[in-house]
């Protein structure tokens, strides 16, 4: 199949539209659409990215009123987080409504639904006039794609069209809040700061407790995704708490927020220059150390404040090679 590259919103919905798969750009990372509705495209989607089947994708829409073709019984918790976060990088995991195809939500009978902030990401969903299902657009278990070459590398071929847009502003995925029964769990870390959602929600949780596990399953349970190995490029990936705990052997990397004593002793070295930095350039430094036949990305460990929660998320999964 060749992959047709557009920097048009409507055309790339015409294709949604018509069953097709479409990778488009959206503020936290690269998104793999298909109609919601369309069982066949969904199948495929799951194929493209050799998805497991137990992994449900996000359903992304363009307006609050598309939010009752897809979910019911949404709770006052649930319409506050969207008054305020949405559109934005915040999923919100309400429950199902019966039409959506199961496939969608890997049949759980709940539904996750974001609402994307980029203007070209709206207008794009805007014109495809129906709910999209969308994962990261990457393969499965890869580091998400935060430019629109990185999903050409990974899906070139295998998908209908890429919607071409500027890299990716925040660069880590969406933050998954589970909304569906009682009070507000976070499921995963990401764009959205724990911080900032709970200005909204003070008693969101983000562990489950011991109630939860004996009510609804753990973590695990509730967000399939979460057992999956996730996010992790080629090379290894080390965590360290100051670079000077690397040793340079050739074949190395390093990216943190302290420099090096000698930044030169590195094929690729990227100093960020706060936590949103770090999160915005990970998986694309990743992805560029893969390419320069990097061996080992050396990762400084950072505070688990605000952004720096999701950096240190993804980063412990990615040194996890399970
Ligand atoms: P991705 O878009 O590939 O980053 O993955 C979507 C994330 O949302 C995964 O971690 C999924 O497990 C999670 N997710 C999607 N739907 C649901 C749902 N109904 N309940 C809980 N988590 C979900
Ligand atoms: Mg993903």
């Given at each position: 199949m060749k992959t047709r590259l557009t920097d048009d919103p409507a055309e790339a919905a015409a294709l949604i539209r018509r069953g097709k798969l479409v990778a488009f750009p959206t503020e936290t990372v690269y998104g793999l659409g298909a109609d919601a509705w369309d069982v066949k495209a969904v199948a495929a989607l799951f194929n493209a990215k050799g998805r497991p089947r137990d992994n449900p994708l996000i359903v992304h829409i363009a307006?609050?009123?598309?939010?009752d073709a897809v979910a019911v019984c949404i709770s006052e918790w649930a319409r506050a987080l969207m008054e305020h976060f949405f559109p934005g990088s915040l999923t919100v995991v309400v429950r199902r409504r019966a039409p959506l195809p199961t496939i969608v939500t890997a049949g759980l009978d709940t539904v996750a639904v974001r609402m994307p902030s980029l203007a070209v990401t709206r207008a794009f969903l805007r014109a495809c006039a129906c709910p999209v299902a969308a994962p990261s657009a990457n393969r499965s278990g890869r580091p998400s794609a935060t430019t629109w070459q990185a999903v050409q590398n990974d899906l070139g071929g295998r998908i209908d069209a890429i919607l071409r847009g500027e890299p990716c502003a925040k660069g880590i995925e969406s933050t998954v809040v589970d909304c569906s029964a009682g009070m507000p769990r976070l499921l995963r870390a990401g764009a959205t700061s724990i911080e900032a959602l709970r200005m909204v929600v003070p008693g969101l949780r983000t562990a489950a407790t011991a109630h939860d596990v004996a009510a609804a399953g753990d973590t695990a349970a509730r967000s399939p995704g979460m057992r999956h190995r996730h996010y992790a490029p080629d090379a290894r990936v080390v965590l360290v708490?100051?670079?000077?705990?690397v040793e340079p052997h050739g074949d190395h990397a390093y990216i943190g927020l302290s420099k090096p004593?000698?930044?030169?002793?590195?094929?690729q070295c990227y100093v960020a220059g706060s936590a949103q930095d770090y999160a915005r350039v990970l998986f694309d430094f990743f992805r560029r150390c893969e390419s320069a036949g990097i061996r080992t990305i050396y990762c400084q460990v950072i505070t688990e404040r605000g952004i720096g929660r999701a950096v240190m998320d993804r980063l412990r999964r990615a040194a996890t090679r399970a």
């Amino acid at each position: 199949m060749k992959t047709r590259l557009t920097d048009d919103p409507a055309e790339a919905a015409a294709l949604i539209r018509r069953g097709k798969l479409v990778a488009f750009p959206t503020e936290t990372v690269y998104g793999l659409g298909a109609d919601a509705w369309d069982v066949k495209a969904v199948a495929a989607l799951f194929n493209a990215k050799g998805r497991p089947r137990d992994n449900p994708l996000i359903v992304h829409i363009a307006a609050l009123r598309q939010l009752d073709a897809v979910a019911v019984c949404i709770s006052e918790w649930a319409r506050a987080l969207m008054e305020h976060f949405f559109p934005g990088s915040l999923t919100v995991v309400v429950r199902r409504r019966a039409p959506l195809p199961t496939i969608v939500t890997a049949g759980l009978d709940t539904v996750a639904v974001r609402m994307p902030s980029l203007a070209v990401t709206r207008a794009f969903l805007r014109a495809c006039a129906c709910p999209v299902a969308a994962p990261s657009a990457n393969r499965s278990g890869r580091p998400s794609a935060t430019t629109w070459q990185a999903v050409q590398n990974d899906l070139g071929g295998r998908i209908d069209a890429i919607l071409r847009g500027e890299p990716c502003a925040k660069g880590i995925e969406s933050t998954v809040v589970d909304c569906s029964a009682g009070m507000p769990r976070l499921l995963r870390a990401g764009a959205t700061s724990i911080e900032a959602l709970r200005m909204v929600v003070p008693g969101l949780r983000t562990a489950a407790t011991a109630h939860d596990v004996a009510a609804a399953g753990d973590t695990a349970a509730r967000s399939p995704g979460m057992r999956h190995r996730h996010y992790a490029p080629d090379a290894r990936v080390v965590l360290v708490n100051d670079p000077s705990e690397v040793e340079p052997h050739g074949d190395h990397a390093y990216i943190g927020l302290s420099k090096p004593a000698e930044p030169a002793d590195f094929g690729q070295c990227y100093v960020a220059g706060s936590a949103q930095d770090y999160a915005r350039v990970l998986f694309d430094f990743f992805r560029r150390c893969e390419s320069a036949g990097i061996r080992t990305i050396y990762c400084q460990v950072i505070t688990e404040r605000g952004i720096g929660r999701a950096v240190m998320d993804r980063l412990r999964r990615a040194a996890t090679r399970a």
